[in-house]
Each structure stands twice: as C-alpha cells, then as structure tokens.
C-alpha cells in the first residue's frame, strides 16, 4: 500500500513570494489534515479535510494561507504571501475514516519551506 | 483550549534498558484520545501507541506500554528493552471534537 505522498519535498523562496504544497493520501482515506511543524515544536493542526469539506481551521492564517482538498482525494495548501515566519516543514496525513479522530493517522514525509 | 506539555526535551538511554518519557495535558473534557507518535531522523512520522480515556485499563504494544493517570492528567510512555532503532523524537497527543494537539517532543537517543 502507497503512503502519503508530498511534493515538493524542499523550497526556498523569498518574502512575499507565494508557494503551493501538494498532497496525495493513502487511498480510500476519507480525512486529510495539514500541520505545520515549526524547528524544535510539535506540528500544529492548520487544517482538516473530510472528503472534500473542511472540518476545522481554527489555526489556518487565513490572510496567507488557503487550502482545498477537490474531489475528496489530492490536497493542495498555498501560502500568499509568505513571511520568514511561515519556515517550517508542512506536514500531510490522511485517516481512513470521517470524523474519527481516534483514528491512526498516517503522515507524509513533509516538505521543508525556507522563507528568505 | 487543550495544551500537551512535555518537560523532557532530550533522554538518552543504553541498548536493551527502560525508559521512561513524560507528557502531561490540560482539557475540560471527559472524552478523548491520546496517542505518542515517533519521528525518526529523515523519516516519516508514525504511530506508537494510542490510549482512548474512558478505558481505565493502560495500553500495550509490545515493548511499548503507557501509564494513563486520568485525574492528573498525565499519559508517560514506556519503552522496555530499548533498541537501537527507537532513536526518534517522541510526540504525545491529545485529540478531542476535531481538535488534535501535539506536544514540543523529546529527543530520545538509544545508546549501544
């Protein structure tokens, strides 16, 4: 069975440029959520997909941060414009059933985003 | 809102001893799930052991085992006969209502 899979996997870009991460779940998996995982802290929950609806962004800034998840199956989190703060690595994981959060969450391998 | 403390920030421990690793929280809740996670040097992060609150009995996975103190809020990770390749960072997380939380992590290093 495929992982989670994430591209790209680094970025380097420079203030008030904008970038797109890209995320493909395991197959059949109903939830998807974004992190972001800042140097020497826990990744934090921006954003949780059921299929293709949002089931919480409570933490996703939204003035710079958007996300969509169409179809139910690949999702895409874009940052515009980013700040030297928004460095961090951006973390997909995906859950086989809706609104389980007891569920076992299966994590990408994250894409590192460097801000200039 | 619910917040993950892990006091630790690094351990180390020699090949084949226990160790213990430390997470507390705070909630208002009477349901929800805690879980630690491993994040192994360059390599995708998993799942370790999960603990549902309302079972009063602690969960086990093989050398892994938790010591759930509802009351006081706490939920420690035991890692018997320790190997080599237990050597990640350990996550605790909460999770309750759509809400998941991960604590800041420790670095464990298993020594030969």
């Known amino acids: 069975e495929a992982g989670v899979a994430q591209s790209p996997r680094y970025k380097i870009i420079e203030k008030r440029q904008s970038v797109a991460f890209w995320c493909n779940p395991i197959?059949?998996?109903?939830?998807l959520y974004w992190y972001q995982q800042i140097l020497g802290q826990g990744p934090k929950l921006l954003i949780q997909?059921?299929?293709?609806?949002?089931?919480?962004d409570s933490q996703l800034p939204k003035d710079r941060f958007s996300a969509e998840r169409l179809k139910g199956v690949d999702s895409t989190l874009k940052i515009q414009p980013a700040k030297l703060e928004d460095s961090a690595v951006y973390l997909c994981?995906?859950?086989?059933?809706?609104?389980?959060?007891?569920?076992?969450?299966?994590f990408g391998p994250g894409t590192r985003l460097t801000v200039l | 809102a619910q917040t993950v403390t892990q006091s630790q920030p690094e351990m180390s421990v020699q090949e084949a001893e226990t160790v213990t690793l430390s997470c507390t929280y705070d909630?208002?809740?009477?349901?929800?799930?805690l879980f630690w996670y491993k994040q192994p040097p360059s390599r995708q992060m998993i799942l370790v052991i999960r603990?549902?609150?309302?079972?009063?009995q602690n969960a086990t996975e093989n050398r892994f085992s938790v010591n759930f103190q509802k009351a006081a809020k706490s939920f420690s990770l035991k890692i018997s006969d320790s190997q080599l390749g237990d050597t990640a960072m350990y996550f605790c997380?909460?999770?309750?209502?759509?809400?998941?939380?991960f604590g800041a992590g420790t670095r464990l290093t298993v020594k030969p």
């Open positions: 994981a995906s859950s086989l059933t809706p609104g389980q959060g007891k569920d076992t969450q299966y």
């Open positions: 197959s059949g998996h109903a939830t």
């Open positions: 997909f059921q299929n293709n609806g949002v089931v919480d």
């Open positions: 909630t208002s809740e009477n349901n929800y799930y």
């Open positions: 603990q549902e609150a309302y079972k009063q």
């Open positions: 997380a909460f999770y309750n209502n759509n809400d998941m939380r």
